[in-house]
């Protein structure tokens, strides 16, 4: 009897995974659209988990305060065996000292925000997918805590492509490169980093992105982490989805979710050649494409 109630406590203090995804301002109506579709994909893909704990911000609620007020209630909430995943879609700043997400409002520095993270036991990762998002591991750097930015500096201040390959990496198996039907953070890192620069690649121009991880508080971020070395061990623990879930939502849909990858793909490819074809034609593709892409995000959203 007394190993049945134990088991069944540990049964119900099970560890939970608390997930905020914030989309910031885009300043333009294609990024507004983008980092809000970016943000809607993963907020379906994860509440696909039924012990999932999810909160998304995104338009007039991706606040500072919003942001502030989500973190302190999970500080609240969240135990030392629990998991926390912050992601941040959008624009970063770097002004050579501060690090900052362009919100709706005021915006908020990398110092808040791990002000914020500091007072939450959990173990956690933070996925920072702006411009300049490199010049923020120099404050958020931590034990127990694993940090992935879209960029290696401040310096490199284009509009990220990280977060795209980010969401494709949480619905797509081949991410799962040690085939136990769940996607790490560590895997996805790899497969973001590596789309990413094929993505250059195939444009025949210099990269302007180059994602880093660190995850041991003290060392400094990489673009290879090496699990032995002990780069990317915690990133390796912890699970971002279970494949069953993502795949259950991926398969109602699956014709449009390749479709949208395709008009991002090409809208990408457009915003590299605006300086070779003519304003006019490059509005009127871009408009063209993104109103394809808000039709389909539309049905995505059903």
Not at 90 to 111: C, E, M, R, T, W
Not at 178 to 189: G, R, T, W
Not at 258 to 268: A, G
Request: glycine share 6%.
């Amino acid at each position: 009897m007394r190993a049945l109630l134990l088991a069944l406590t540990a049964l119900s203090a099970q560890a939970a995974t608390y997930y905020v995804t914030v989309a910031g301002l885009g300043g333009e109506p294609e990024y507004d659209q983008r980092f809000q579709g970016w943000a809607h994909d993963l907020d379906k893909l994860l509440k696909a988990s039924p012990d999932a704990k999810v909160t998304t911000l995104t338009g007039a609620q991706a606040t500072r305060a919003q942001f502030q007020s989500t973190l302190q209630q999970i500080a609240r909430d969240a135990s030392k065996d629990d998991a926390l995943v912050l992601m941040i879609i959008g624009h970063g700043s770097f002004d050579g000292q501060d690090y900052k997400v362009n919100l709706p409002g005021p915006d908020i520095s990398a110092a808040e925000i791990g002000a914020l993270l500091d007072r939450i036991a959990a173990r956690q990762l933070v996925v920072n997918t702006t411009s300049a998002s490199g010049a923020s591991f120099a404050v958020l750097k931590k034990e127990n805590r694993a940090i992935i930015a879209a960029t290696k500096s401040g310096t490199e201040k284009n509009a990220t492509l990280f977060a795209r390959y980010w969401v494709e990496a949480l619905r797509d198996p081949s991410a799962d490169i040690d085939k136990n039907e769940s996607i790490s953070a560590l895997e996805a890192f790899r497969y973001a980093e590596q789309k990413t620069a094929k993505f250059f690649e195939s444009q025949n121009r210099l990269a302007t992105e180059h994602a880093v991880l660190e995850d041991t508080g003290k060392g400094e971020p990489t673009r290879a982490p090496s699990p032995q070395n002990g780069e990317g061990l915690l990133a390796s623990r912890i699970t971002l989805i279970r494949l069953g879930a993502s795949q259950a939502v991926v398969g109602r849909h699956p014709a449009l979710v390749k479709r949208k990858q395709e008009l991002e793909e090409q809208i990408d490819s457009l915003k590299y050649q605006k300086a070779a074809i003519p304003v006019s034609e490059y509005r009127q593709k871009l408009t063209a494409l993104l109103t394809e892409l808000a039709k389909v995000q539309a049905e995505l959203d059903k």
